[in-house]
C-alpha cells in the first residue's frame, strides 16, 4: 500500500459554528469530550507506519473545530516534532479551522499560533463560504463571522500560510458570480492558495441533492482553467486519490481509512 498524506482527527468534537451540511457530526460520538485528550500511542503508530509507506503530508483535523482544542493540537505538534527528530520527518503540516476562533480571539492567537509555527505546522487551511462576513456568518449559522482579510492577516504575522477552501454546493457557494467575486477577494487578501471542491455527503460521496448546476460549474471550471488561480477538485481525482489510498485518515473511532470528505 501507497501513501503520500495521512489525516489526524484532533481535540474535542466541539464547534463554534452551526453549518447545516456538517461532516463532522458523525464522529463527535467517538471524539474525546475533553480538550487534552488524545490516542497518543495510536497516533504515534499510525505516524511512523504512514510514513513508513510513504506519506509525507500530514493534516490535521476535527470533528468539530481544531482551535477549541488547543491542548491537543500542542500534544499531536510536539509528537509530531519528536517523530521528525527520530527520522519520521513530515514536509507539510496543516491545520483545517473555520478562522472563528483566530478572528475573534487575540490572545489564542498569541499563545499558539507561534508555538504552533515552532513545533512544525506551516499553514492554515481556512473554510471560506463567502468573502462578505455577513454571508460568511449565515452559512455557519452564526450572529457574527470575524474580518477575513484580519484572519489571514494574524496567520500571516507568525509566518504560517493561508490556503482557502471553497466548497461548491447549494447553500455555500452555488454560482460562478459569488465564486469568482470570493476568489478575488481571496487574492486581494494574500492567500498562498484557494482550493475548492462540490460539497460530500456523509459517505464521502458527490452530494448529489445539494450540488450546483452543471452550467454554474462548467463556468467555474472553464474559468479556473484561465486564471490559474484556483486548485479545483473534480469527482474522478477525489475518487481515484481515495482508491488509491494516496490519503488517508485516522478517525476518533480508531479506524484508519482512505475516505474522508471534510
Ligand atoms: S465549522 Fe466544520 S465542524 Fe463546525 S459546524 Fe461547520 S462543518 Fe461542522
Avoid at 472563528?100 to 507561534?114: A, Q, S, T
Wanted: net charge neutral; aromatic share 8%; proline share 2%.
Amino acid at each position: 500500500m501507497t501513501c503520500s498524506g495521512l489525516g489526524l482527527f484532533i481535540g474535542a468534537g466541539k464547534c463554534n459554528a452551526n453549518c447545516k451540511h456538517c461532516a463532522g457530526l458523525i464522529h463527535r460520538s467517538s471524539s474525546p469530550k475533553k480538550d487534552g485528550i488524545i490516542d497518543y500511542d495510536l497516533i504515534k503508530n499510525t505516524i511512523i507506519k504512514c510514513h513508513q509507506q510513504g506519506a509525507r503530508s500530514l493534516s490535521i483535523s476535527c470533528s468539530g473545530e481544531p482551535t477549541l482544542s488547543p491542548i491537543s493540537i500542542s500534544i499531536t505538534l510536539e509528537l509530531i516534532k519528536n517523530l521528525a527528530d527520530n527520522g519520521y520527518k513530515y514536509d507539510k503540516i496543516h491545520l483545517y479551522s473555520n478562522g472563528i476562533r483566530i478572528g475573534n480571539d487575540i490572545e489564542f492567537v498569541k499563545e499558539y499560533l507561534p508555538a504552533w509555527k515552532i513545533l512544525g505546522l506551516d499553514s492554515i487551511y481556512l473554510t471560506v463560504h463567502s468573502s462578505n462576513e455577513k454571508e460568511n456568518a449565515k452559512i455557519y449559522g452564526v450572529k457574527e463571522y470575524p474580518s477575513l482579510l484580519e484572519i489571514v492577516k494574524r496567520i500571516h504575522s507568525f509566518n504560517l500560510k493561508v490556503r482557502a477552501n471553497l466548497v461548491l454546493g447549494i447553500g455555500v457557494i452555488e454560482t460562478f458570480e459569488q465564486f469568482k467575486s470570493t476568489v478575488d477577494d481571496l487574492i486581494r487578501y494574500n492567500v498562498d492558495g484557494i482550493s475548492s471542491w462540490q460539497l460530500r455527503d456523509v459517505n464521502d460521496e458527490m452530494d448529489i441533492i445539494n450540488s450546483i448546476s452543471k452550467k454554474e460549474f462548467d463556468e467555474i471550471c472553464d474559468w479556473v482553467v484561465q486564471t490559474r488561480n484556483v486548485t479545483l477538485y473534480q469527482e474522478k481525482e477525489h475518487s481515484e486519490m481515495y482508491s488509491k489510498n494516496q490519503k488517508l485518515t485516522l478517525f476518533p473511532d480508531g479506524k484508519l481509512s482512505n475516505k474522508w470528505c471534510k
